[in-house]
């Protein structure tokens, strides 16, 4: 007879797993750290202590051999709180690909098992999915639940699944002529369907289901497998447009460059996202600096509540990790797109800790209020001024406080370069949904190794905002770390240190300006990149004061 073991016990082993884990990392031993956590989270599901260090080491790792105990804890994994799903996104397709040949001409016949396979469903419903393998599969059966009108209600949990997706992807898989003449006619029969059922979601595996009349009304009357469905799919995006038009405005500065990429995020609001990663108890924002600059001088920050303003906050997400990172954080979260915050303020309703407004950056030189600290990643670089918007945000800084900044790198980015240019050459420019799905079905038609072929290589590509935010974004510049560095001294601030993610970064400074600990001068990362161009591939972030 088994022995059940007690709460404490549960909690003592998960303790000890958790240890032994972390002291094989140390060790250099990855794949021997990974295993102590799967072993010990499928003994013990309800210990969530185990969830967080394995998304860590999950998010790293590729199976070549499928496991039903593991696939199983990936599963849970994903859904986890305080896990962002999105990081095991690749982990959990190299599972299925162990199991199932997702290249196979016949779906219907030949992946059976998959439509049921719960990681499957739970990875389809909770991130992106930056597989060219498995999207052409899944396109290939979307076809067949539009063709075959009678199937799709024998699989409520796929269907439901899939539809999901296509909201989280922005319905970016290639589409036919014969689809969307199929389309047409549904649309015209859903528009005056009496009930919501599974055409509805056969509908929204192509389009936002919100785009039909009457819509509201039957998806708060819908029933049995399709209730939740229509929850997701049309009453939580109609609760967005309410929330956004309600949230204050705090100006804006006319200018052409400001209205086209207000335009661009209006369309494609920036990034879908379904979790927030973290899971640790918000801590001071002087211990976190500390931890990531233990060389730097940094300033004495409020003990208490900390203002902090996001500038650029597109869909919310950044909002809420700065939430659940630092202590006694009272944020504003600013951004153009009242569709991007309306995404923000419905995923964060009733947290309290993040307050949302509609303002370009440049109409905050009015603002009265004063922040200690200011985050603006990703953004200043899409202003037609990116100095006058940092001028303008370090006006609003209260003596002492500090700015988290990332700017896109101009040798780190030559591959996006080179896949705009080639996609741009053959004729596309992502100004509407057709043309960036047929960006996308020429990209991934391309011939491996080509400049268009590297559009895929990147995650953004697998949704219609990060391919049209990556691939055609209406206005963005590119910098030099030293040409980072003169802005910097141009608006009298100085560097606390940069957030690096290429894990070899620091060896490489460390190894060529030994004399510096604190890694923290711009004009010698300068001097690495220059022989290391991927080392700020997607962006170089650091903090000033």
């Not at 797993?17 to 060790?27: D, E, K, S």
């Not at 031993?29 to 295993?35: H, I, K, Y």
Request: proline share 6%; net charge neutral; charged share 20%.
């Amino acid at each position: 007879m088994a022995l059940r073991q007690s709460p404490k016990a549960k909690v003592d082993a998960a303790s000890a797993a958790i240890g032994a884990a972390a002291a094989a990392a140390r060790a250099g031993d990855g794949q021997t750290a990974l295993r102590i956590l799967l072993q010990a989270a499928h003994a013990n599901p309800s210990a969530r202590a185990l969830y967080r260090p394995l998304a860590r080491h999950l998010a790293d790792m590729r199976f070549s051999e499928a496991s039903p105990a593991v696939k199983a804890v990936v599963a849970r994994v994903l859904t986890a709180p305080g896990v962002d799903p999105q990081p095991l996104a690749p982990a959990a397709i190299s599972l299925l690909k162990a199991e199932y040949d997702l290249t196979a001409a016949a779906p219907d016949d030949l992946h059976r098992g998959l439509w049921a396979e719960p990681l499957l469903l739970t990875l389809l419903e909770r991130a992106l999915l930056p597989d060219a393998d498995l999207e052409a599969l899944l396109t290939r059966t979307r076809l067949g639940l539009l063709a075959t009108p009678g199937r799709p209600a024998a699989l409520p949990a796929l269907l439901t699944a899939l539809a999901r997706q296509a909201l989280l992807n922005g319905w970016m898989w290639r589409e036919t002529a014969a689809e969307l003449a199929t389309l047409a006619a549904l649309r015209a029969e859903l528009e005056a369907a009496a009930g919501f059922g599974p055409a509805h979601l056969v509908y929204g595996l192509y389009r936002p289901l919100t785009d039909l009349a009457g819509i509201a009304g039957l998806a708060a009357a819908a029933r049995g497998p399709w209730r939740a469905a229509a929850a997701a799919l049309v009453i939580e995006p109609l609760e967005e447009r309410r929330l956004a038009a309600r949230l204050p405005s705090l100006g804006h500065v006319p200018n052409a460059a400001t209205a086209a990429v207000r335009a661009q995020y209006e369309a494609f609001p920036y990034p879908r996202w379904t979790a927030v990663g973290g899971g640790r108890t918000p801590r001071p924002i002087g211990v976190v600096a500390a931890e990531l600059f233990p060389h730097a001088h940094l300033p004495d920050w409020p003990k208490g509540r900390l203002d902090v303003l996001i500038a650029g906050c597109g869909t919310g997400k950044h909002a809420a990790d700065v939430a659940a990172r630092f202590q006694g954080a009272s944020v504003l979260a600013v951004d153009l797109s009242l569709t991007a915050l309306g995404y923000g303020a419905r995923m964060l309703k009733g947290t309290g800790a993040v307050r949302f407004a509609e303002a370009d950056i440049m109409a905050l030189r009015s603002l009265e209020q004063r922040f200690d600290h200011i985050e603006s990643v990703g953004v200043l670089h899409h202003l037609s001024d990116p100095l006058g918007g940092w001028r303008v945000l370090k006006s609003l800084l209260r003596p002492g406080g500090t700015m988290r900044v990332g700017f896109y790198c101009r040798r780190g980015r030559a591959r996006v370069v080179a896949a705009r240019e080639a996609l741009q050459a053959a004729g596309f420019h992502g100004r509407d949904d057709a043309d960036l799905r047929a960006a996308r079905a020429h990209a991934l038609d391309a011939p491996p190794g080509s400049d268009a072929w590297l559009a895929t290589r990147e995650l953004d590509f697998y949704a219609a905002s990060g391919a049209r935010d990556f691939l055609f974004h209406a206005q963005e510049a590119e910098y030099r770390p030293a040409e980072l560095a003169d802005m910097v001294e141009a608006l009298g601030l100085s560097v606390i240190g940069l957030e690096l993610t290429d894990p070899g970064a620091a060896a490489l400074y460390r190894g060529r300006f030994p004399d510096d600990k604190a890694m923290a001068d711009l004009r010698r990362w300068d001097a690495i990149e220059t022989d290391h161009p991927d080392i700020f591939r997607h962006m170089c972030q650091f903090w000033t004061m």
